[in-house]
């Protein structure tokens, strides 16, 4: 199978794309060609074979040949003397983090051109991507939400009581997270988190809570599951310590929560990803409090696609690869038109 990995865009996760991109070297069997995304959406063919992030920070990556989006798929221009060249792919792998891959914007364009790829679909990706709507979306299928406060840049936030957790609202990563707690660094956080976005969450910060992973996806309609992970932390995740996950292959050690909360927590992932996630591999975190399973986040492109939290990655992607939801044929036959012509008398 060739897999085309599209990776970068203008997101402020961009970096750790490409770092979550170089992984899957050492993770899919299968031939792989780059397709490289820069910060003004031009797409480059980025040889596997040389592949290396300082390609990327030092511009070199503009030597490679130039790549365009086409029906049902991509080509480059040819020479002087020669016609344009098709690449040749199977299935596209969306492993642009943040905006334009997460935000349903790569969703959008990939599905525009009938071009088969791996990620969720646009308006899976508008509901994960944004905590509030995933916070109601969570809500609406029956999965625990941690309270939350939400506030757009320019409204007086209010803190009921301290400590408190700030996160923008589009971002992952940590990005802009800040642990508030006290008025005197309530305005410090409220600065560094409208600097990457215009709206934030307030949730109630809970020292000492346990966290879990869960990945999975569907083949043919049945839920594949990870292992369940519990992420080894200090206060919580910060970015640079997140960063390291997006180049991880190694295997993730599974915990035991017994049977009563796996359970409840596979349960809670099934609701999340219903049928709005199909042709996905997601990972979604959760807390337990007391005893009750509260989901964190929805990652819709995990850092490199939560690989080592399965036993054999490789071949789940194929089996996903092979059974990605159809699109709705929708017939355009003019009847409509062709009545009012004829009611006309032309």
Known sequence: MKIAIIFGGVSFEHEISIVSSIAMKDVLNDELIYLFLDASRDLYLIPTNIIKSKLFSSGEYKKFDKVYFQKGGFYKKGGLFSKEQTIPYDVVLNLSHGGDGEDGILSSVLDFYNIPFIAPRTEACVVSSNKFLTKGYASSVGVNTLDYKYF???????????????????????????????????????????????????????????????????????????????????????????????????????????????????????????????????????????????????????????????????????????????????????????????????
């Open 152 to 346: 757009t840049k320019g409204e007086k936030v209010t803190v009921d009581s301290f400590p408190v957790i700030l996160k923008p609202v589009k971002l992952g990563s940590s990005i802009g997270v800040s642990i508030v707690k006290s008025q005197e660094e309530l305005e410090y956080a409220l600065d560094v988190a409208f600097e990457f976005d215009n709206a934030i969450i307030l949730e109630p910060f809970i020292s000492g809570v346990k966290e879990y992973n869960l990945a999975g996806t569907k083949v043919n309609g049945e839920f594949r599951f990870s292992i369940i992970e519990e992420p080894q932390k200090a206060e919580f995740l910060d970015f640079d310590k997140k960063y390291l996950d997006f180049s991880r292959t190694s295997k993730a050690l599974e915990v035991d929560l017994g049977e009563k909360l796996n359970e409840e927590i596979k349960e809670s992932f099934r609701r999340l990803y219903n049928t709005l996630f199909e042709g996905s591999i997601i990972r979604c975190d959760f807390f337990v409090v007391n005893d009750t399973v509260y989901l964190n986040e929805i990652n819709s492109i995990p850092g490199s696609m939560a690989n080592y939290l399965f036993q054999d990655f490789a071949t789940l992607f194929n089996e996903v690869a092979t059974s990605l939801p159809l699109k709705k044929h929708i017939p355009i036959t003019y009847e409509y038109v062709n009545k009012i012509q004829a009611s006309k008398g032309k």
